[in-house]
């Protein structure tokens, strides 16, 4: 199972960006997708995430300027991030918890990574 995220950047305050991850490879099932974020010195934290029957959860930082999506026959999550603010700038992770097999366990799988950087 590979999730390869995309959609990074440079923007202005007060600009937006829209992240996009895809999973691949062997999927029975994706119960939650979802971004994290890190930022220099920084712990990871939770941006947004959605579950199976598309219940959702921001961060307060990010409620009112972030919107989370899925597509669940792509595979796909993705965040419009509008309003972005220079306390935004990370780097963003994708985030999956995935069943590969209808009688196996969850696992968490990570994307790569992209960085968003907001400045003028």
């Known amino acids: 199972v590979q999730l390869q995220a995309s959609g990074g950047g440079l923007v202005q305050p007060g600009g937006s960006l829209r992240l996009s991850c895809a999973a691949s490879g062997s999927i029975f099932s994706i119960s939650r997708m979802g971004w994290y974020r890190q930022a220099p010195g920084k712990q990871r934290e939770l941006v947004a995430a959605?579950?199976?029957?598309?219940?959702?959860n921001y961060a307060d930082s990010v409620k009112g300027r972030f919107t989370i999506s899925r597509d669940y026959a792509k595979n796909t999550v993705s965040l419009q991030q509008n309003s972005l603010k220079p306390e935004d700038t990370a780097v963003y992770y994708c985030?999956?918890?995935?069943?590969?097999?209808?009688?196996?366990?969850?696992?968490?799988?990570w994307g790569q990574g992209t960085q968003v950087t907001v400045s003028s």
């Open positions: 959605v579950f199976s029957g598309d219940n959702t």
């Open positions: 985030n999956a918890v995935i069943q590969t097999t209808g009688r196996g366990p969850r696992y968490n799988y």
